[in-house]
C-alpha cells in the first residue's frame, strides 16, 4: 500500500513536470502572436506616425496584470506597460466581461502621456479570464492646444487635450458609440484618428483571437503551468545576473536643457543600488516637477529605471513578470519624475523620460562599465508638422511628425553606435519615412538629408552619428512644434569616449539669409519663403578614442563621418591628405603626445551641464536665439 502511493505521487510529479519542447513552442507562440498583432496595426493604421514610423507597441499579460510577452518595441511603452493595465484592472474590477474593450490615455491612470493611446482588451476562454491583449498606440492629436499630441510648452494637464481615465470603449462586444463618438470629436483629423482606433482595436482583437486558440490547443490550466515556468525561468536568469554585478550604490547625474518655461539645465539624479539579486533606482535628488511640459509620472519613471537594466543582462531573458520584479524604483512626490496633478507631461516619455535613462545609464557605468554605452542621442530634431494642404482639387488639412533627422545611438563595449537610433525611449523600434514618399503625402520639400560629420562621440567604437536636415513648406507656411532636447546637454561618452556633438535647429529666410535658432522645445511658424534646418545630435562614443584601429579611422573619413582634422587630434591618426592613406610613423608619435597631455579618463563624460557647442559653432554675427518659443 505504502509503495503503491509512492509510486503514485511519484508518477504525478512526472506528469507536472515542464517539458522543454512544449516550453519553447509556448514561449515563441507568444511572441509570434505579438509579432502578429504589430503587423496587423502597422498595416492597417490610417495616420504614417503608425502605418509608416511604427510609434506603438504590443503586449500580453496574463489575467493578474504580469506581463507576459511585450513585442520588441518601444521600451518606454513596454516597460510602463503593467501600471495602466493595473489601474485598468482596478478601475473596473468586478466588471470585466469577455469582449470588453478598456481604453485609457490619462498620465496620472499609470499611462505614459496623453499622446500615447491604450487599447485592452480581456482574453476568455471557457468562461475563465486567461488574458489581456493590449496594444500602445502614440495618436496623432489629442486635442491640445496646439495641433500635436506632445504640446511642449502645455504649462498643465487641461492643454494637453482629452483625458481618458480607464473608459469603456466596448461592453460586451458592443460599441459604446456615445463614448467613442465623445472621443472624436475632441480631436483634430477625426477620419484618420477613427482609422487608428479602428487599426488598434483590430490589433487587440488579432491578439485576442490568437491567445484563445492557444489556450483551446492546451488547456486553461496547462497554459497558466507554463506561464508560470515562463517566469520562473527569467526569474532564475535575471537574479543570476543581476548577482554578477558587484553590490553597492552607483550614482549618475544628467540634465535638461530645460523645462518648456524658460528654465534652464534642470537636475535628475539616480542612484543604482545593487544588492544580491535585485536593484533598486532612487532619482531622489532630481528637480521638483517644473511649470511646462517637462515632467512624468510614475510609468514613465519605471520605464526609465528598468530599460538601462535591461539592456546590461543577457539579450536572451525573455522579458517579462519574471525579469520585472527584480527591479525597482522611487522618487519624492512632486519630482519631475514623480508629477502630481495636475503638472503637465506632455513630452514625458522624451523629456525626461530620456534623461531618466541617461541618469541610470551613467550610474551603470560605474557598477559595469564593460555592459554599459555611451549616451543614446537626444532628441532634439523630431518637430511636429501641420497645415492647410493646397495641392489637389479641394484644401486639407494635415499633420505629420517628421523623424527623418533622428539622432543617432550610444556606442558599446563591441560596436559602433547605430544612426537614426531616434531615442532611448524608442531604442531603435521606430522607422523613418521615406523623403519621396513624405513630399508625396505632405506639402514640404527635402532640401537635403545627410550624416552630419563629426556629429558623434569619438571612442574605440564611435557613436551612430546625427542627421542633417533641410525642409521646406510648399504653398502654404506650416507651423511646427518641437519638443525635444539635447541642444545644451549631449550624449555622454563611456569610459574614455567623448560626448556626443549636441545638436539643434532654426529657421532661415530664404531670400534674406536671416536665422533664427530655436530650443528644442516650443512653437513656431515656417514661412512659405523660409526653410526649417536641423542637426541631430550623435551618440556617445566608448572607449580609448587611441585604440581605435587607424585604418577603421581612415575607413570613417572615407564615409563621411569624420574629418580630417579630428582622425588627428582625437585618434591620433596622421592621414596624408594627397594619398589618403595613414601615415603610421606620425600616428605612433601623435598618439604617444597625446597619452601623455590628455586628463584622466572617465566613467562618463561630460559630468556638468551645458556640455555641448553645437551653438557656439553654428551661431553667426546677427542670428538671433529664442528658448523655448510659446
Known sequence: MAQSAKSAKKGRRRAKAIDPITFSVILNRFNTICDEMSRTIEKT??????????????????????????????????????????????????????????????????????????????????????????????????????????PATAKDIWQEGLQLPPIKFYKKGEPCEDVISMYLANMRWQDLLKGDLMAQLGSIWTGKRRLTELAAHYGNDEVERYI???????????????????????????????????????????????????????FAGTHRQGPGANNCTIGVMQAAAATPILCVVDPTIPANDGCLRHITCEAPKGSLCNAQHPTSTATATICPGDTLQFAVWKALAHAVPERTMGGMCAIHCVPMFSGTDRRGEQDNEWGSMLFNAAPGGGAGPKADGWPLLLSPAAMGGQKIIS?????????????RQEIAADSMGHGVHIGGPGIHLEVSPVGDGMECNLFGDGQTNPPYGSVGGTAGMGGGSYTENLKTGK???????????????????????????????????????????????????SAKNIYGVAIDSRTMTVDSAKTKILRRKIRATRAPIEATTPNHPSASKWLKRHMRPGDEYLIDPQ
Not at 554585478?245 to 539624479?269: E, F, K, N, R, V
Not at 523623403?435 to 532640401?447: D, G
Request: net charge negative; glycine share 8%; with cysteine.
Open 45 to 150: 493604421a490610417w495616420t504614417s506616425i503608425l502605418a509608416l514610423s511604427r510609434d506603438f507597441s504590443c503586449a500580453i499579460y496574463d489575467s493578474q496584470a504580469r506581463q507576459v510577452c511585450m513585442m520588441d518595441a518601444l521600451p518606454i511603452h513596454t516597460n510602463s506597460m503593467q501600471v495602466v493595465i493595473r489601474e485598468m484592472v482596478r478601475a473596473f474590477e468586478g466588471d470585466i466581461h469577455d469582449g470588453d474593450v478598456i481604453v485609457c490615455n490619462d498620465p496620472y491612470s499609470g499611462n505614459t502621456h496623453v499622446g500615447d493611446f491604450v487599447t485592452a482588451t480581456p482574453v476568455f476562454h471557457k468562461g475563465k479570464h486567461m488574458f489581456w491583449s493590449i496594444t500602445k498606440g502614440h495618436q496623432l492629436d489629442c486635442g491640445a492646444f496646439v495641433p500635436t499630441s506632445v
Open 515 to 565: 536665422r533664427i535658432y530655436y530650443s528644442a522645445k516650443g512653437n513656431l511658424m515656417v514661412g512659405e519663403n523660409e526653410m526649417w534646418i536641423c542637426d541631430s545630435t550623435g551618440g556617445g562614443g566608448f572607449g580609448d578614442p587611441l585604440k581605435r584601429d587607424p585604418e577603421m579611422v581612415l575607413e570613417s573619413v572615407h564615409n563621411g563621418l569624420v574629418s580630417i582634422k
Open 228 to 282: 508560470e515556468a515562463i517566469f520562473d525561468y527569467s526569474d532564475k536568469r535575471m537574479a543570476a545576473e543581476i548577482r554578477a554585478m558587484p553590490d553597492g550604490d552607483y550614482h549618475g547625474q544628467a540634465w535638461l536643457d530645460s523645462d518648456g518655461q524658460g528654465g534652464t539645465d534642470i537636475p535628475i539624479h539616480a542612484k543604482v543600488s545593487i544588492r544580491d539579486d535585485h536593484v533598486h533606482v532612487d
Open 435 to 447: 523623403v519621396e514618399l513624405s513630399e508625396l503625402l505632405y506639402p514640404f520639400h527635402f532640401h
